[in-house]
């Protein structure tokens, strides 16, 4: 039975504790009745393992939690991030208390709330309300008057369901390359007084923000103008925080671990997207692996050291551990990044006659072939179909190929 990838195994964050407990201080807080709106920045370079940090400190918090993700491509639907958003709080919402929470909104929203949220969130109208007639009416979502409707019935929609005991938390990846549209929507909600119960989370790249002065003047404004904003810096892992984690992951006392830790840290610089990579390759090389006799896992550190990559670029340690991949996987993974950061499936099966592939590749195998990159964890699946890259390098790496 082939070991799975450690970097499938890790559960635990090491060397954050202080940042998971400004996090639940900020959730306790927005639990207060009638709380001010708390907005959190986190800034840290890529792969240092912010969106996992907001992922430890909410997955067992009873609240609203939607997630959204900025592409460094700007997706063609400039209101595509806010719609993920939104379509995780409906689905949160579909799983917990359905009955209360349209009791709540059945008479706080007006027709042209309905309609709008109907409009731009698909999941609305299966969760919240049978249908209405005229209630499939199409808005005119680019022209000003249908911008400002939807910025209306999600002020109505965030003051109505944002609650003592389930606050709303929005969690945005990747700020640095937010678009103009939804900065502009979320400082509409954020910046509403009559919106309580809410936190919101913005990650971002501090070494490229600086290329996105739309998006840093937004973070400033937003910071000046509420009292409940924190602020954090995520650096890179410590020496003994990368043991820390590799005694967790290995399941070995410290003292064995060391070595291989202090090495990583000078293969790595302590950037926890780096270093699971490079457990993934020590492991595929067979440089780390388990002991026939105790079960235990064992290395050569001297081997470590002379075998493994000595570039500092992650993206060639990325490329390294995908080519391990059998080639038709790795086919599909270039086509799909051809549809960008984010694709959908269907689509993808649609291009595959008109993009030029080494191989020839059938709508079965696409579907085989995703199914494998999920369980490899390179992509990660949507309700509707679509699919995406687990992480940035990843995307760039399959690009660079």
Known sequence: MQEQKLSQLLQKLCGREEDLNTLNSVFEKARIRNSNVEAVFIAGPSGCGKSALVEQAFK???????????????????????????TQIFDTIGSTNLEK????LKDELSYDDKRTLNQIIPKYSGYMCAPTTGLNEKLDLSSIKG???IKNSLRCFFRTVALEDCPIVIHVDDLQWASDTTLDLFEFILLDSEIKQLVFIGCYRDDEILNNKTALKWIERISSSSNQTTKLSIGTLSSDAINNLLSDLLKLDEKETKDLAILMKKRTNGNVFYILQLLDHL?????????IMTCQFKWDIFKVQEQTLLSDNVVELVTANMRRLPTIVGEVMKLASCLGFRFNEKILILIKG?????????????????????????????ENGDLEFSHNKIYQATVSE
Do not use: H, T, W
């Not at 067992?60 to 939104?86: H, T």
């Not at 592939?357 to 949507?382: A, N, P, T």
């Open 60 to 86: 067992n918090k009873e609240c609203l939690l939607g997630s959204g993700k900025y592409a460094q491509r700007r997706d063609s639907q400039p209101l595509s991030v806010f719609v993920r958003v939104m």
């Open 101 to 104: 929470y349209k009791n709540l």
């Open 147 to 149: 911008l400002q409707q």
């Open 283 to 291: 492991q595929a090389e067979g440089l780390l692996y388990r002991d």
């Open 354 to 382: 008109i993009i030029q592939s080494q191989v020839e590749i059938k709508d079965v195998e696409i579907q085989d072939c995703l199914r494998i990159l999920i369980k490899e964890g390179l992509m990660e699946r949507f």
